[in-house]
């Protein structure tokens, strides 16, 4: 059950001067892949199907209530600076270098579709799609995926930052920068509640450690040919970061040899060519169709 | 530049007895957002988008090439579970149960657009999309972004094989569960030699600490009605995982008031009633527009 | 600003036989585009961006967050439907016809992405894609897109109740038809007190009625062939519904000529025989690119 | 079946002043939600789906098969608009303010993709999908989709108006804006002919009023927190426009406890630490894997 | 303009036993990449650009209009094969395995979106999406585009065809097959009409020769590791088909070097390690951002 | 099984002066319909799935490989291109006209998401989607499949050629339309390695010639309405390109009467008067349904 507060803000959200240009920008933030409207419906989603511990069913839903939120502070900073675009062009108007930039820089659909306001898209106009809200039943992975949604959604939001010099759409942001340091962190947390790597992983932990091709399991496989196979790191040598292996490089080699699939099946719609190997066999089936 | 082997596998893929229902599951790990084409495309574009240590670039370049080979190993397996399966019915086998059953569990774009072949799309048949190719600019959000997939891509894999009891799936299954969890060490690896959480905490590091409104930087947040405001954990209290903060609890509030948009703009396409507020304005806008 | 209630649910969800294939088609009232993160997001998306009278943005705001508690309703019978689901195969059960049906009446990704838990997505497993949010920015127009939602809403409802015979889901389904009985009636109130038919249409009412071609305005035209010409109705003859014209029927006809496009242009991509109709000219064009 | 006249346009479609940019707006009529690809597809898919009175059936042909009559007419607008768009620039041209601002103001892919022609896509170069295709097997459900539909089409197109001061273009909006008049008013008939309101509501009329928990059939449910929960409006009080039933308001309360889900199960790509509640469970569980 | 002729069929559509799950099937050639949707709105959004010789203009809306006719057919064959599918359970239907056969092997939107009709989608649920509508520019392109999805389209209904006893259907395909045959032919027939390979290749044919690298212009690139390269075919030797080259093969090379981009940019969102290569540098920056 | 070379490029790619609106139009080559992503899927997935002859499984791994690295030389190009874009705005550079034509010429994903990258994503922001890899399973529908391919390919190339000046950009477009020169004339070569139009027409050839609608299979259907019908072509006369038919014009004519559908069934969802035909019974039934 959910409730709202009467459409009063999280956090103030004020436009100095309107800029539509930067109308389109906030829609990254709004419907982008690091936006929130994917963040809210991903905490919300992994709440509703959460099975174990009912501590972090409650704690998804807890921020995941809160990002609602957030997508209203930013619809609410869009329309605030589309006020003043240009919805009627007069003779003189159309041929204004100004007004023009404004058209070629602002996303044509806020007004078209919307009237000045917010779309639940992203800055090129794609809608929305919630196959971004993963929500995959295992809590380890899910916490994963929320510190990346987190990360990604902080690197946008300094990159809006940085575009505007408007005080009031910079501190609105700065807001936005703090909830998402603490996300980034709360997520991390539950992690380390969960016992940390030597615990968590690998994901999932579910799954009997013998039954995988173990020699593979702790393997950095280098693909490149030639002589610069050289490449090491903290990832080709020393203890594995769960405790459970040695890292090691290990050259690609096709182990597999090559696949013989069947030849096309009568009635699957081929060639009769991809049906016999055999040229005599092919003209005979060929005279049969006719 | 890349190279191919032949058409060689990078592991021995054998089907026992060929099953289309399975034929249908795989997909999920080919075309779906925790399969096989993304992480190789994602791999591929944070390379060749790679700003930085050129050592991640590499990195990066070795194992989105692997995950190729890996996107084949599974195609082949779907094409060898379709192999029998019915592209043509005769009078008594469309009233066959057995038939119908492999019918309606297959999926039917594999036989109908692909001729008994892997189609990039995942287990209902949603065609891949590349927006879940992850690749922001950022090193660390990207190591993240890589360990969340390769985390739901080992529970895919492990959930895969709880699925069959073909040896030859189950052989090729406990490779990629292995593969799965080597990449989880990988770019966990990645993250230690940047410095661990301290280091690279919050994302992006280059975002002065002091522009965001730091009394929320630690805060989470509870957006609970009524008196259950009692989560606590880990995320509540105690110094934050970069060091740099302490959690506390903080009751959601709305600080912000309630936006006022302007009134709908002449020529934007509105009702009269939302461009004023006053009915005898309505009332002369209605009568000049006659 | 928005809150929850600890996930405690606005009606009660019960399930007495887990029924994974009705797990799949509970899914269109998720994520389909009668579902109810489509309306959810849309009374938001409405509020947010809403222009004028603040009485219908509060409104919104009221039923748009009601819509959220409708997907945490469904997302839990789905949920509660899966239990029991087969997540498992031993030698035995592969065989099994029983496990059979249900994995292939299921929703593959319902547990191969979500370990047994609802997607936003609909019963196809097409993600829901924030296309179908419209939020117009005109109130009148909303108020219908608003109608038609409730409408195939409640239609899905309605089939999704007959399909089942499970007294729990019966029983939630009748509350969530109960409401959208509510909702078709709350958006057409809005009509009403807008002023009903005369007052609201055409829609938008803020476009001069003089500056459109007024003869075609109120005329049905037919584009049928030959005789058959003589379709009758409430839409052919009589006042218009707006009471600003009069009905009438109309045969189709090309008033309009044949468009005459420019030959293609230089560097554009095109053959050379689309740059020139004459074919001397084509042949020096193509004499030149040798 | 259906025939064409040869390309001759329904109404005459003329460019003055070809203006790339307007070619971009344009295609929101085209293939954008409110678009006449969507319309067309939609009145003709419900023609061929229509079971009941046959009348509506050849209603909907008749207005379908108009809408591609208006495709044709905006694909030809747009072709016009580009005549005379830089698809070769000089030295000189690439530094051109002009050009620049033509090019950066224009869809790209109308030339990269369609040599300087319409795409049906969006005016954010989102391609048409048929998703919007709302065919609803309920008559008066798609009767109120398709006042929606010509609702937001009307309010485009008059955007469109006033964003242009090219007669020609004026013209044929005036004609096109005039159609979306009568398409609105013929569905409205559709709904008096079946009796109205009270006749065709709530919908489907097919399902018994009973059958639904009708405390909730005619209740407005303010979700509202703290003391706000004054709005009141024709939704509110007095008879419901169907005529069977009273609004009423009704405070939000949570009325169905918290779900219960069920641990997750053995095999389901869980964290062990989802599959029991007591620690040393999962400890034992955890010896097990190894 | 188009006319319709009242919803007469272009050829006889019967179905002698209404198969669910066939309805499911033929969704494929509705709504589907080798579909008939797609092929109505490419030849005619080829004939609404279509610049250079009036003829293929005629020609391609010829065709796109009768297309429309085949969408009416497969449609109304859905419908058909709908009829007496389940849209109510009783307590004892529900547990009769040939209704449980029945809805699994049919596409649940089919009667939860419409009510036992057809969608514009495939046979997977996917809406169609107008991405797949193929309008170069280039009237060569376009004709081979169009061979493709004549000769995709009628291995799909050969396909269909062979899924199926039921003589209506199979009459029904066989007109369609028939009509694909002719397509096939008829974009062949112009490429014929523009010269042939000689001159219509390469595409476009308006490029000047002389600016491409010619020596790659006729090279088969090998890319095969290790001591395989061996593959020999009419495309490694002798004149190539449009008489301007010779084949031959060339082992592929990296010719290019290795790119160097810059380091990331201040403001860009990056980790501080992205932004310089020394690491005393990066410890500089870190201090100033605290 | 795959390799790389350590990220050294097929051919050189050079910017002399970065251009970030040519970035923008350069995704179009990457994850647009035409670019590369595309045809590396479409070759590989091809190969993989590949029946028959294994000489066109080589073949097409050797292409399909060779497309990867023009992936990558486009990526590469982006980024060089994005090189010196505005990522921070001081408090003038807002106000500078240049930086404004830079930011709305500009597509905002490759900073705001990728920071100032190359994106999987077309040249509007649309992400590629794998719906446009075609492997059909017919082989030679899939070399038509790929000449189309690479036809609108290198109109693309032609036209980004044509849009530039920059001659490091000219250098590596001269390479690429090179590449798309041969790969068409290397799927047609195996079209004539297989016989050519006699052998492989229609496609597929493994249908019964005999099994369909002779009398349709060469005619060319007029849907032209009045006394247009005088269309006349090689596709009207003469012996058929397959050798098997003599084309001939035919009037369309609609053979298949109106289809009767059945009324909507009970429990349905539809209205009432969808149910019966006579105005009693639809009473009755509405007096049963309270």
Same mark, same amino acid.
């Given at each position: 059950m959910f409730f709202h507060d /009467?459409?009063? *803000?999280?956090?103030?959200?004020?436009?100095?001067? $309107?800029? $539509?240009? &930067?109308? #389109?920008? *906030?829609?990254?933030?709004? /419907?982008g892949v690091e936006g929130e409207i994917r963040v809210a419906m991903q905490y919300l989603f992994q709440a509703w199907g959460s099975r174990g511990p009912k501590k972090y069913r409650d704690m998804l839903l807890e921020t995941g209530t809160e990002e609602l939120a957030h997508i209203e502070m930013l619809a609410t900073a869009v329309a605030l600076n589309l006020e003043g675009a240009p919805a009627m062009l007069q003779e003189e108007g159309a041929r204004d270098p100004v007004v023009a930039a404004v058209m070629s820089g602002m996303n044509p659909r806020q007004f078209l579709s919307a009237g000045l306001a917010a779309l639940p898209a992203d800055a090129e106009g794609v809608p929305f799609d919630a196959s971004h809200v993963y929500a995959s039943g295992n809590v380890a992975a899910d916490m994963y995926s929320n510190v990346t949604a987190e990360a990604t959604g902080r690197a946008l939001a300094v990159r809006l930052y940085n575009l505007t010099d408007d005080a009031g759409m910079k501190d609105m942001l700065q807001f936005l920068i703090a909830r998402d340091t603490m996300h980034q962190q709360q997520w991390l947390a539950v992690l380390e509640e969960l016992g940390g790597p030597t615990a968590v992983l690998p994901i999932p932990n579910s799954h009997p450690e013998r039954e995988q091709v173990t020699e593979f399991a702790y393997a950095f496989v280098s693909? #490149?040919?030639?002589?610069? #196979? =050289? *490449?090491?790191?903290?990832?080709? %040598? /020393?203890?594995? *970061? =769960?405790?459970? /292996? %040695? &890292?090691?490089?290990? $050259?690609?080699?096709?182990l597999g040899g090559e696949p013989q699939l069947a030849p096309a099946p009568a009635g699957g719609g081929a060639q009769v060519e991809q049906m016999a190997a055999e040229g005599g066999l092919?003209?005979?089936i060929k005279g049969a169709l006719k």
């Open positions: /009467g459409g009063k *803000l999280q956090y103030r959200v004020t436009v100095d001067r $309107p800029n $539509p240009a &930067f109308a #389109r920008m *906030l829609q990254q933030a709004i /419907g693909t #490149r040919v030639g002589d610069g #196979r =050289d *490449l090491t790191g903290r990832f080709t %040598e /020393g203890r594995s *970061l =769960d405790g459970k /292996g %040695e &890292f090691h490089l290990e $050259p690609a080699a096709a092919v003209n005979r």
